[in-house]
């Protein structure tokens, strides 16, 4: 790699060519403030924050655009350059509610990181604030625009990474807004709801919709019992809402905290997902026989289904039948375990705790209801669960840890590894091998389809037949393969995808990246996959049909895999939609 | 009696060297001794661009051209070609540059004679819509020269040693970019031509499209073959519609004729052009911003580099130049770079078009050679002033530029020196104000379009041209505060070096140079509240004068009843009730209300 | 085969017989400035004045458009071309003037003065 000499500061440096100033810096410890830079989007220059002062040029040089070269000097951190930055966060600033006190983000909002860096004290700019109404119409993410600042990652990451294209921005200079097109409302777009804007977003423009008000009144009511599933990648992640560094897993902790919160039993989701195995492995097996399609595809991510059903509606059938480990949780609570403690459903508040804003929008759907009422009657994300902790006052980080409730908290290794890309194909091959060959499976870790890489493959020999897989996460990379898809049917047999960068340990609602960090990053989504890998392999019981409590909910009321009885209750069915917008793909010019 | 003969002199800086100024009083004594004074009348032009030869005189009808004139030619020439219709042919030259047509042709010679009128040679002589008409003016020739003759290469470094610079307002070197284009290695390049044009009351490339729609398109060939480009876009305003219409009709004549399409006149060059319709976006005329826009994104601008001429339109090197830039190329290529190069200044070489408006007996269209001063445009092809007012300010380059005062007058326009004047040469606005124009009110007319045309991308520009705008409109109220000058120049300055394209970065440019040139106006606004030019209405005084007849129509429409007196004697406004509405200088028939 | 230079002679040569043709050197030439300025100054009932005259039997006459005149504050502009004379230009022309610019110059060869831009 050739290098160059530049001098920052008046400091010479030697440094690689074919960088920009600001990546060149960060390599040497400069870390020039920034607002609309993330690396995994396109590069936007439109927040002007990261300028710094170039010899030769007389305007101001975005950093994070503008290529180093030989004998380039660079002023980062002059008065002029100082007061150009400070003037500009003040007019961003003039421009947003001054509602921190009340706001989501108060604390962790990068704006406020912000204008503290720049050492704002007064207001000199002072004028009209733009005004719009709040978008609450989807069940996931709450919009308001009053306080976005325009950065444009939210419609980068959408279009780039998502490949969803829900949001652009509408109108021109002052009135400039992001919205979905026509400003039409969330529920009525194209948005998946995989609340990956949320991360990104570095104030609360973007928010999950919080229910933790409607939750209360229901904690305090003895008339009901109040019950609770907590999601592998809640118990990977939770901890650095509290402080703790990525990668610490806090599952006992947050069971006792749910317990003391007013939780009358605390399940775990990891349970169900053992169940998602045994009907998704069964199902897979039967579609290898010939009843069914190939390859098939995972249904676990409720952000990727909604996906399914407005832009590829054509591979509906490939869908594996299967619930969500949530939803099949859910409607397990509302049967087999309300009659166990013979309780009426209507009696049960079945709330989850989730690491995924699109499991909202999934509680929501009605195709999901058992017997009439809502598998799950509310949604809480691993950033609610946490503030409702704090707000209780519970010593999370110190309390001594408790375990989950029987019959529905025991889980095998195969269960924990659903929260990260890759896991939940890991398990069901677990399954499906021994299902199939009758024999231990000896390489009980995929390696091939661990990882952070778009689009894993991997394949797997069972009795002398080579099943082939693939993984994909993050719904772009799922766009991708599905295309090659398309193109060879018979490139894979069994395809999981998930439609959070790095998995469902990525989701909408985990906790915001700290002041020394950034959203998505991929050190931190690897401790948190890692966390799970750690929990997979400290448990004796890594296979999903070795779990005995699977065992005992088959035998006393199941009766096998895909039985009529399952199939009632654990497995549902998909539907093309047309929502506002959506040219059908056959009518699409190529 | 109309005259029958018309002398034309050429009063340019060689020429003038040269003792032409003796001509003009050796033919006006000829003249007077032949008793033709009536029949023949003398005029002045600028620079004919044919200085090697000076002292040039044209004779027209028959458009002769006579070379190193002295005075004591005079005679032979009155005798020998005015009065017995035999043209000197000594003296006479041959001349046929594209340029020089309308001298054959125009008529009003005092607008025209200033003007060297190279982009605009066919506007106004040929008819637009007819390809007959532009092919008997030479038209094709260039394109089919530069197939025959000359490789790509040859063709970029003509352009090159013309010195032509883009004319769409930044004034980079058109044959550096042509030659930064070429040396990219793709499969696909392309070709643009910018006719955006949204700077409010400029219409250079309107004019030129609408009058010579051909000259862009052969333009645009020569461009496509000299980087190697087989398809080109014209990116034209929607609100242009005959201009889209001329285009349309000639981009399809020349289809049929061979000059667009496969295997352009026999040749190995193909090339295509389609037209593309803007939305009634300023921004769109920023060169990243159109891309997009062709592109089917949103038209907003991108960082640069990577310039377009690396990675354009569907990431592929492009070629991007305006209307009139391309206008140039076919005189450039047949005229040649040598002859280009010696009209204009050192550093900015050729003719402008500028739409000369505002306070000014003559607007209209003009294209002069550049080094000529403000004041000549002003006063020699403007007319002047009319109504005997006083000159105050020239506001060149539209909404981008600045307003210049007496003492530039005599600037020699050129793309630099109007930069260091502290304006722009822009796309070619030129607007003329006088001592009834309000320098803040004018600075706020034009921040309120880029305000409001601003694309929302960058923070400076698209909250910092609003606060701006709230200043002056405070200002402008009579709600001026003590630093407003100061937040005026730091949000100014800021917005300048901040913002991400050229729009942000040239928008407080009308404010920063009334504020340099006209810091009094401001202050007479801020700290007495008053408005010299009488233009900001909340600022205006209203007394009624000795001349008043006590009529009370003025009492009948003040709306705060602060007119008081009795039918048929002076009445009187009570200033603490007036808000300052204007009603009753509207109502008064004796012009007894004076605004002070 | 012809290379490009010799191809564009030939149309040129061929296009300047057209018009040539249709009485350009022959007759009087009027223009008509039809840019969208001088359409919005009223050029187009100028010119419908000029084409009903044609129809109705005026001769000698080449009748053309023209793209921008450049004088703005003198539109519409006529401009009526003789070969062999000085070009006169007339300026703010009405629907009236353009029938008494038919009458008086094309049809009686009266160049009307007040009217002319000098």
Redesign the interface.
């Given at each position: 790699m050739k290098k160059v000499k530049i001098t920052i500061n008046d400091k010479p440096y030697e440094v690689d060519d074919g960088q920009t100033i600001m990546q060149a810096a960060d390599k040497l410890g400069f870390h020039i403030p920034r607002l609309c830079y993330h690396p995994k989007l396109s590069i936007e220059g439109a927040c002007r924050v990261c300028i710094v002062q170039v010899e030769g040029m007389r305007n101001y040089v975005a950093s994070c655009a503008y290529p180093v070269s030989d004998g380039m000097k660079i002023q980062t951190n002059t008065e002029e350059i100082r007061q150009a930055r400070r003037d500009i966060v003040e007019l961003i600033l003039d421009n947003h509610p001054e509602d921190c006190h009340t706001c989501e983000r108060d604390g962790i909002c990068e704006l406020q990181r912000l204008a503290h860096l720049t050492g704002m004290r007064h207001r000199h700019f002072e004028g009209e604030k733009k005004h719009y109404d709040k978008d609450l119409s989807s069940p996931s993410v709450v919009r308001d625009p009053n306080k976005c600042v325009l950065c444009g990652r939210c419609v980068r990451l959408c279009s780039e990474v998502q490949n969803v294209h829900a949001l652009g921005h509408a109108h021109r200079g002052f009135r400039t807004a992001v919205m979905p097109a026509y400003n039409m409302p969330f529920s009525e777009s194209v948005c998946t709801a995989c609340g990956q804007c949320i991360n990104v977003c570095p104030t609360a423009a973007f928010v999950e919709k919080n229910f933790t008000q409607e939750l209360y009144p229901k904690m305090s009511d003895k008339s009901l019992i109040k019950i609770a599933q907590v999601a592998p990648s809640v118990r990977a992640a939770i901890g650095e809402a509290f402080g703790l560094e990525p990668g610490r897993t806090m599952e006992l902790q947050t069971v006792a905290a749910l317990r003391r919160l007013g939780f009358d039993y605390v399940f775990d989701t990891q349970f169900s997902a053992d169940l998602t195995i045994m009907e998704e492995a069964s199902e897979f097996l039967e579609r290898l026989q010939g009843k069914g399609k190939l390859p098939m595809i995972t249904s676990c991510s409720s952000a990727w289904m909604k996906c399914v059903e407005q832009f590829h509606p054509d591979l509906l059938e490939n869908i594996s039948t299967c619930k969500s480990p949530m939803s099949m949780m859910g409607a397990i609570i509302r049967t087999y375990f309300a009659e166990k403690i013979k309780k009426r459903p209507e009696e049960i508040v079945s709330v989850a705790v989730m690491c995924c804003t699109a499991k909202k929008y999934e509680a929501a759907r009605p195709e999901l209801m058992v017997n009439g009422l809502p598998a799950v009657d509310m949604v809480i994300t691993t950033r609610e669960i946490a503030w409702m902790i704090k707000s209780a006052g519970i010593d999370f980080v110190n309390i001594k840890g408790e375990h989950f409730d029987e019959p529905l908290g025991l889980s095998s290794g195969a269960g924990t590894i659903f929260g990260t890309t890759g896991g939940v194909m890991e398990a069901a091959l677990r399954t499906a091998y021994e299902l199939y060959t009758g024999e231990t499976l000896m390489d009980i870790e995929i390696q091939d389809i661990r990882g952070l890489k778009g689009i894993k493959v991997g394949k797997i020999v069972m009795d002398g037949k080579e099943i082939r897989v693939a993984v994909a996460h993050g719904l772009g990379n799922a766009s991708k393969l599905l295309d090659e898809v398309r193109r060879d049917p018979e490139k894979y047999h069994f395809i999981e995808i998930m439609g959070c960068p790095g998995g469902c340990i990525g989701g909408g609602g985990q906790p915001y990246a700290g002041s020394n960090s950034i959203p998505l990053d991929e050190e931190c989504l690897k401790k948190r996959a890692e966390a799970l890998y750690g929990l997979d392999r400290n448990k004796t019981i890594r296979r999903s049909h070795q779990n005995p409590d699977v065992q005992r909910i088959y035998k006393e009321f199941l009766g096998r895999p895909l039985s009529a009885t399952a199939h009632r209750i654990l497995h549902t069915h998909y539907q093309a939609k047309k929502p506002c917008g959506i040219i059908p793909r056959e009518l699409q010019v190529r | 009696m109309?005259?029958?003969?018309?002398i034309t002199i050429c009063d340019g800086p060689t020429c003038l060297h040269k003792k032409s100024k003796e001509l003009g009083a050796a033919i006006e004594q000829c003249l007077k001794e032949h008793g033709l004074t009536d029949k023949v009348r003398i005029n002045l032009s600028g620079c004919l661009g044919m200085c090697a030869k000076g002292p040039i005189m044209i004779i027209?009808?028959?458009y002769t051209i006579y070379g190193g004139v002295t005075a004591g030619d005079v005679a032979e020439i009155i005798e020998k070609h005015i009065i017995k219709n035999k043209p000197v042919s000594r003296l006479a030259i041959e001349e046929d540059h594209l340029y020089n047509r309308f001298f054959r042709?125009?008529?009003?010679v005092?607008?025209?004679g200033k003007q060297l009128r190279i982009v605009?040679r066919?506007?106004?002589?040929?008819?637009?819509?007819?390809?007959?008409?532009y092919?008997?003016v030479?038209?094709?020739?260039a394109?089919?020269?530069v197939?025959?003759?000359m490789k790509p290469s040859d063709v970029i470094d003509e352009v090159k040693k013309a010195g032509l610079r883009g004319r769409g307002g930044a004034g980079f070197p058109t044959g550096t970019k042509w030659f930064l284009t070429a040396r990219e290695t793709s499969d696909e390049k392309f070709v643009i031509c910018n006719a955006d044009e949204g700077d409010p009351g400029a219409?250079m490339d309107?004019?030129t499209i609408?009058?010579?729609p051909h000259s862009v398109i052969e333009g645009m060939c020569v461009g496509g073959y000299a980087v190697g480009a087989k398809k080109g876009f014209i990116y034209i305003r929607a609100e242009?519609p005959?201009?889209i219409k001329r285009l349309e009709k000639a981009i399809a004549d020349a289809k049929n004729?061979?000059f667009l399409g496969d295997k352009?006149?026999?040749?190995d060059f193909s090339f295509d052009i389609e037209i593309r319709l803007g939305a009634g976006?300023f921004?769109c005329g920023e060169e990243t911003a159109l891309i997009h826009s062709i592109e089917g994104h949103?038209g907003?601008p991108?960082?640069r580099?990577p310039y377009p001429s690396v990675q354009g339109v569907f990431n592929k090197p492009t070629l991007i130049n305006n209307v009139e830039t391309w206008a140039n190329i076919p005189v450039v290529i047949l005229d040649g770079a040598e002859w280009f190069k010696s009209i204009g200044t050192e550093k900015s070489k050729g003719t402008k078009v500028f739409a000369l408006?505002g306070k000014i007996?003559?607007?209209?269209?003009?294209e002069v050679p550049m080094g000529i001063t403000l004041r000549s445009i002003i006063y020699d092809i403007g007319g002047g002033i009319p109504n005997n007012k006083k000159f105050k300010a020239l506001q060149t380059g539209g909404p981008s530029g600045g307003c210049l005062s007496e003492e530039y007058l005599d600037t020699k326009i050129d793309y630099d020196s109007l930069a260091q004047a502290g304006s722009i040469m822009g796309s070619g606005g030129m607007i003329v104000l006088d001592e009834d124009t309000c320098m803040v009110n004018i600075a706020k007319f034009f921040l309120e379009f880029t305000?409001?045309?601003?694309?929302?991308?960058?923070?400076?520009c698209?909250?910092?041209?609003?606060?701006m705008l709230?200043i002056l409109t405070r200002i402008t109220e009579g709600k001026g505060e003590d630093d407003d000058i100061k937040?005026l120049e730091?949000?100014g300055k800021?917005i300048?070096?901040?913002?991400?394209c050229g729009l942000g970065?040239s928008a407080p440019n009308p404010v920063l140079s009334t504020l340099k040139n006209f810091r009094s106006e401001y202050e007479e606004h801020i700290k007495e509240k008053k408005c010299r030019a009488k233009v900001c209405s909340a600022l205006l005084g209203y007394e009624i004068s000795e001349k008043c007849i006590g009529c009370t129509a003025c009492k009948k429409v003040c709306p705060t009843g602060a007119i008081s007196g009795i039918q048929k004697s002076r009445h009187v406004i009570d200033q603490s009730k007036c808000i300052r509405c204007g009603a009753c200088f509207e109502a008064c028939k004796f012009n007894a209300i004076k605004r002070t | 085969m012809l290379t490009p230079l010799e191809i564009v002679k030939k149309k040129r040569a061929e296009a300047i017989n057209r018009i040539v043709g249709k009485g350009y050197l022959s007759t009087k030439r009027v223009y008509v400035g039809m840019a969208t300025c001088e359409i919005a100054a009223g050029s187009k009932d100028v010119m419908e004045v000029f084409q009903t005259a044609i129809k109705n039997g005026l001769t000698d006459v080449y009748l053309s458009q023209k793209g921008c005149a450049g004088r703005c504050n003198l539109e519409p502009t006529v401009e009526v071309v003789e070969e062999g004379c000085i070009p006169v230009k007339y300026g703010r022309v009405s629907r009236d003037m353009a029938h008494q610019i038919i009458e008086r110059h094309l049809k009686k060869g009266e160049i009307i003065e007040e009217w002319v831009i000098r």
């Open positions: - | 109309s005259r029958k003969y018309s027209n009808p028959g042709v125009f008529g009003d005092n607008f025209f605009l066919n506007c106004g002589i040929i008819d637009p819509e007819s390809i007959d008409d092919l008997s030479r038209g094709y020739e394109l089919a020269r197939l025959t003759e219409f309107r004019s609408e009058g010579d242009y005959l201009a004729e061979g352009i006149m026999g040749s976006a921004v949103r907003m991108r960082p580099p408006a007996k003559n607007t209209g269209l003009i305000e409001n045309e601003s694309c929302g991308k960058c923070a400076p698209r909250e910092g041209t609003k606060r709230e937040k730091r949000l800021l300048q070096k901040a913002s991400l970065q | -």
